[in-house]
């Protein structure tokens, strides 16, 4: 909890840095997405492992960062009225959840290739298949290839 405290700055720079010279979307606050980075830090205060050899403060932003962009993305995705939205984020079960896909994730990425690894992480940071196809150097369809792979373990392991 201390690490919460310590860093709820952190969340409101994330979320202002996610949002300059953008439109939040419909149904959206700053006040929202910062309640998201909040979710988010706390999670990652319950996740972060130090042996990992990453800081507390790089784990936590890219948590809250990578939050915060899928909150935006399912809100542009199919917009919902904003009481439903906090109705959602409200309920207990949410951070468990939240842990829950979490640890799921980090379980299927750490039977990846670095590669893997790297490609997954550039799609969950919001960099579409031809942005990260660039970056890479490699084709398209690979992308496409690897973010299917990762996403149907991933559902596997949900089931």
């Known amino acids: 909890m201390e690490n919460l405290l ?7 720079v994330v979320v202002r840095k996610l949002l300059f010279g953008r439109v939040t979307p419909v149904g ?19 996740t972060f492992k130090e042996d990992m050899g990453a800081k507390f403060e790089t784990y936590a932003s890219r948590c809250i960062h990578n939050r915060v962009v899928d ?12 009481g439903d939205r906090e109705q ?3 309920e207990r079960g949410q951070i468990e959840d939240d842990f829950e896909r979490e640890e799921i994730l980090k379980n299927v990425l750490s039977e990846c290739n670095e590669i893997e690894r790297a490609i997954f992480n550039s799609y969950f940071q919001g960099y579409s298949y ?11 369809k690979k992308i496409d290839n690897t973010i299917q792979k990762i996403k149907n373990k991933v559902k596997i392991a949900v089931e």
Do not use: C, W, Y
């Not at 909150?71 to 009225?81: F, L, N």
């Open 6 to 12: 310590k860093h709820e700055k952190m969340v409101h």
């Open 130 to 140: 031809t942005e990260i196809a660039n970056i890479f150097e490699v084709p398209q």
């Open 88 to 90: 959602d984020v409200g």
């Open 28 to 46: 959206l606050s700053e006040e929202d997405l910062v309640q998201e980075g909040m979710i988010a830090l706390l999670v990652a205060d319950r």
């Open 71 to 82: 909150v935006i993305r399912r809100a542009k995705r199919a917009p919902e009225s904003a």
